[in-house]
């Protein structure tokens, strides 16, 4: 990429989550900042901050997450300065095909800076074969439920959060149908529940499942009521899995395609990479891992519950999300501990890294941190601002990314789906800004109190 002859011709629209707005050229995508369109005379920072924000992303995705989460699933990219010209026009090109729902937020046109980072839905491993790759991203959400002594509501630790905010977001319009998918199930291991889950995701994608073929997104929800087209979806499918002992069946079912999808994605869910791992671990296994909310029959599983392969990228996640299982009601004295701080100091800021920089020194402070709360700051803002806040609901709000192309593997076996090699990642590993956790709290209110009102109205 020569930065000084940039062609906004050459890029396309690649999607946007509520921060960032991404682009996409080949085998490189560029990921734009974002800021509410009232500011967009306005820039709320300059230039300098803007880098500096990426730069944040960067060092602690790389420094952070990636030790966390495996540095093979991590891409962290580097920080570039674009022509303005060039952001100018590509912000002017995209627009129209924005999602009208994302159109609250105009692309930061005034820092130059962005993120690159590799395309992982159109991966270097497609060039092997000629067949485009097909890669599904997944947002999973909360994994596990907080332990009971923690919270104030019994509900929380028997309804899992996506399952209660579901009733709250279509209520609010905010999505029109709810989504069947619980993350339970999704984490479990258990094969059942796992294609349960992800059949809920393509039924009802919300914004927890794209699926592209080639690099172009061909599966997905873009505003809470447009039409889904599944069987546009089964069509792109059913080349793929019409291998193997289907090859010479071109009647394969949709049923039998879908299912095929669903295992083979199921399959690089769970893969270690030849690593055998036990169950998760022990804290998981002693919990209660179902959701009550979720539709799926609990009975049909109880025969087998394999657990998650300790070196698969579901792991990875399940165990960082669950570094510190607190809940935020129990959090927020801590935060306020570092707030009154803050306030009659404020140049502590930066000591105690609430907005990094994520450096050698901000490891050194999180491994010094004690292990029980002695009333200092320290222990705060190690276990509100890092723990809490920067890891685990970082791990919250991830995606993993799975590349998937035919395999030209000529061993095929007989049962089953043909063979693929699969890529997987985890992207959108951005720190949450500590000062948002009061509005975490209160959200965690309304969604729970409105749940306790309104389920009983559930079939
Ligand atoms: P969120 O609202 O979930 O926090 P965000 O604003 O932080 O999202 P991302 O999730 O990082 O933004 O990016 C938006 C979308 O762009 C992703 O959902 C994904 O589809 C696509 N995307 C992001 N990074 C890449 C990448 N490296 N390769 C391919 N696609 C990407
Ligand atoms: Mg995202
Ligand atoms: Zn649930
Ligand atoms: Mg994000």
């Known amino acids: 990429m020569q930065l000084d002859k940039m062609d906004e011709n050459d890029w396309v629209y690649h999607g946007e989550g509520n921060k960032n707005l991404v682009v996409a050229h080949l085998s490189r995508v560029l990921r734009l900042l974002k800021y509410p369109a009232e500011d967009s005379e306005n820039p709320p920072q300059s230039a300098e901050q803007a880098f500096r924000q ?130 339970l199930d999704l984490f479990s291991g258990n094969k059942q529940r796992m294609h349960f889950a992800i059949r809920q995701l393509i039924e009802e994608p919300q914004n927890n499942l794209k699926i592209f073929k080639g690099g172009q997104c061909i599966y997905s929800r873009k505003d809470s009521d447009d039409s889904l087209d599944l069987n546009s979806l089964l069509h792109h499918l059913r080349p793929y899995f019409l291998q193997g002992n289907n090859r010479f069946n ?32 022990d804290r998981h296994a002693e919990r209660q891992s179902y959701c009550d909310a979720s539709l799926f029959n609990k009975e049909r599983s109880r025969q087998g519950s394999q657990g998650l392969p300790g070196d698969s990228v579901l792991s990875r996640i399940l165990q960082t999300q669950m570094l510190d299982m607190r809940d935020i009601e129990e959090l927020y004295p801590l935060y306020h501990r570092v707030e009154q701080h803050l306030q009659d100091f404020p140049k502590q800021r930066a000591r105690l890294h609430i907005e990094g920089p994520y450096n050698k020194e901000f490891l050194e402070m999180l491994q010094k941190c004690p292990a029980e709360d002695d009333g200092s ?83």
């Open 250 to 281: 071109c009647h394969m079912t949709n049923k039998a395609v879908l299912n095929d999808f669903i295992q083979v994605l199921m399959n690089a869910l769970l893969s270690s990479e030849g690593r055998e791992g036990g169950p998760v671990n």
């Open 54 to 183: 990426i730069q944040n992303i960067v060092d602690f995705s790389s420094n952070v997450m990636s030790i966390l989460l495996g540095e093979k699933f991590v891409h962290s990219g580097e920080v570039v300065k674009l022509p303005l010209e060039f952001v100018r026009q590509l912000s002017i090109k995209v627009q129209h095909e924005r999602p009208g729902w994302r159109c609250d937020k105009v692309i930061d046109i005034y820092s130059g800076c962005a993120l690159s980072l590799p395309n992982l839905t159109y991966p270097v491993l497609h060039l092997s074969t000629h067949t485009p790759p097909l890669c599904v991203e997944i947002k999973p959400k909360w994994g596990f439920l907080p332990s009971s002594k923690h919270v104030s509501k019994d509900i929380k630790s028997k309804v899992c959060r996506f399952c209660m905010y579901q009733l709250y977001k279509v209520a609010t319009g905010k999505w029109k149908k709810r989504s069947l998918y619980c993350p």
């Open 377 to 459: 700051v320290e222990y705060a803002a190690t276990k509100v601002g890092i723990h809490q806040y920067l890891i685990t609901k970082t791990a919250k709000d991830c995606s993993i990314m799975v590349a998937l192309v035919p395999s030209s593997d000529k061993e095929e076996e007989d049962e089953g789906p043909p063979p693929f090699t699969s890529l997987v990642s985890i992207l959108d590993l951005d720190p949450k800004p500590f000062d948002s956790i009061l509005y975490q709290l209160r959200l965690d209110q309304t969604i729970v109190s409105f749940y306790l009102q309104t389920r009983s109205a559930l079939p």
